[in-house]
């Protein structure tokens, strides 16, 4: 009796033993299947720039591979026509002025001149915070300019935002030294040459994802090769390209191009291609455009709230979840809309406390169209000192609000309103600010409010 007694209990044992397992490997195949993330934000790229999107300037068939793997959207926005305040509306998911972001930052002077803050404050939402505090490996690699540099020698470190790892430019508070060799943005003694530094952060990426193979992983790329100065690989015998002129930008967009390939083509020998998700974008318009050719169909360039500046190629894959080869011209898309929706979509649950000001927006991406049910907010120029450019006719006023199919600009006096039809009109050359008044008046109270609502430094 004792025995079968024996038996049953063994085997009770034995069946509770084998559903543990089961639950478990349940739970590590679940959290393997987490999607990875990176986030492409290329430096300075116009739309005009990017075959996909109708750019002729040279060949780019790497991104095009990428756009045709995936999903177009030809309305997203960047958080600000300039680096620093777009990629604080990225990591944060907020409006860059909620923390004193208005341009780019630079020497403590010019960011008080600016009425800016030196860098982010660790105190700031941050997107690899959330992802690392859901289990996934971290990784920036490329330009940072939200902090450090110049004279800002007190900007908090990378781990601070929630990265592991990092590899960064001058612009950051930890500036690898293959890429700073002297102390500024780049020099001919760096290790990693200039031509080079879109493959190094590329290499950085694929060795990091590779190392974490059984970790989901987070990693911001974002290179800076495409932002003036332009500087090809020498060919041997030739004349060194002026670092502004357009036959330096096409080879630098060309080799560009090429490790965007080298991204995707290594994701897919790693066996991490398939569930990746890769976003690409720009954090702001061209400058210089080569006669308005960088902006493609739209009015102005980087500094410009116009939408040179601020709408920006998308492209967004993930196979099986995002069906390939599809456009999406109707749905809008904001910068800060990217931290709710990439969460969502890696299953991650955000805090209560904090709130975005974006929409989770995984639903578009995934497949199905929508308009944005939120207005949209830009600043550019907090007062006359530090906003001078660009020069008419792509300077804008200082305000703008995108609601539905209108858009509206204004200085912050509420002087100089300018306001379009963004559908019908996206080149935003006819101004009906005198032809629909009640709009007008309607979309600068929303703006001006809005702008009120922003905090100020020493208020």
């Known amino acids: 009796m004792k025995g079968i007694i024996l038996c049953k209990f063994s085997a009770v044992i034995w069946l509770l033993f084998i559903c543990f397992q089961v639950s478990g490997q349940g739970r590590a195949g679940r959290a393997k299947a987490r999607p990875n993330v990176i986030i492409i934000l290329t430096d300075d790229m116009g739309v005009g720039d990017v075959g996909a999107f109708g750019g002729r300037l040279v060949p780019t068939p790497n991104i095009d591979r990428l756009a045709a793997s995936g999903l177009k959207l030809t309305q997203y926005y960047s958080g600000a026509p300039i680096c620093s305040p777009s990629r604080a ?48 490996a971290t990784g920036h690699f490329g330009k940072w300019h939200m902090g450090g540099g110049r004279d800002v020698t007190d900007a908090p470190k990378f781990d601070q935002y929630g990265f592991d790892e990092h590899a960064s430019t001058y612009e950051s508070p930890e500036p690898d030294p293959a890429l700073t060799a002297t102390n500024w943005i780049w020099s ?13 952060f590329v290499d950085k990426t694929l060795d990091f994802m590779g190392r974490h193979k059984d970790q989901p992983c987070f990693v911001n790329l974002w290179p800076d090769e495409v932002h003036t100065p332009w ?111 990439l969460t969502k979509l890696a299953g991650i649950s955000l805090p209560a406390t904090y709130k975005s000001d974006g929409l989770d927006r995984s639903a578009v991406l995934l497949g199905k169209s929508s308009l944005r049910k939120k207005e949209m907010y830009w600043e550019y120029g907090r007062n006359t000192i530090a906003y001078a450019y660009p020069k008419p006719p792509h300077k804008s006023p200082q305000l703008a609000i995108r609601s539905g199919e209108w858009k509206l600009l204004m ?45 100020r430094l020493g208020a």
């Open 231 to 341: 500087v090809p690989k020498p060919e041997a015998g030739e004349t060194p390209l002026k670092p502004q002129e357009e036959a330096a930008f096409k080879r630098v967009l060309i080799e560009y191009d090429i490790q965007i390939g080298r991204l995707i083509d290594g994701l897919k020998e790693r066996g991490l291609f398939d569930n990746t998700i890769i976003i690409f974008t720009s954090d702001n318009g061209a400058l210089p455009t080569f006669g308005g050719s960088r902006s493609g169909k739209f009015r102005g360039s980087k500094l410009s709230l116009y939408e040179g500046g601020i709408r920006m190629p998308f492209i967004v894959t993930w196979p099986g979840h995002i069906t390939a080869g599809q456009t999406d011209e109707r749905s809008e898309l904001h910068a800060t809309d990217l931290l709710p929706t």
């Open 89 to 136: 509306s990225i990591l944060t998911g907020m409006q860059p002025g909620k923390w004193n972001f208005a341009t780019y930052l630079d020497k403590k002077s010019h960011n008080r001149d600016a009425e800016q803050i030196d860098f982010l404050t660790p105190e700031a939402p941050s997107m690899g915070r959330f992802f690392k505090n859901a289990g996934y």
């Open 411 to 455: 200085n912050n006096d509420g002087s100089n309103a300018e306001l379009y039809n963004i559908l019908k009109d996206p080149a935003e050359t006819q101004n009906l600010a005198a032809d629909q008044v009640r709009k007008k008046e309607e979309l600068s109270q929303k703006l001006l409010t809005w702008w009120k609502s922003l905090p």
């Open 188 to 200: 001919d003694k760096d290790s990693v040459k200039r031509w080079d530094r879109t493959a190094y």
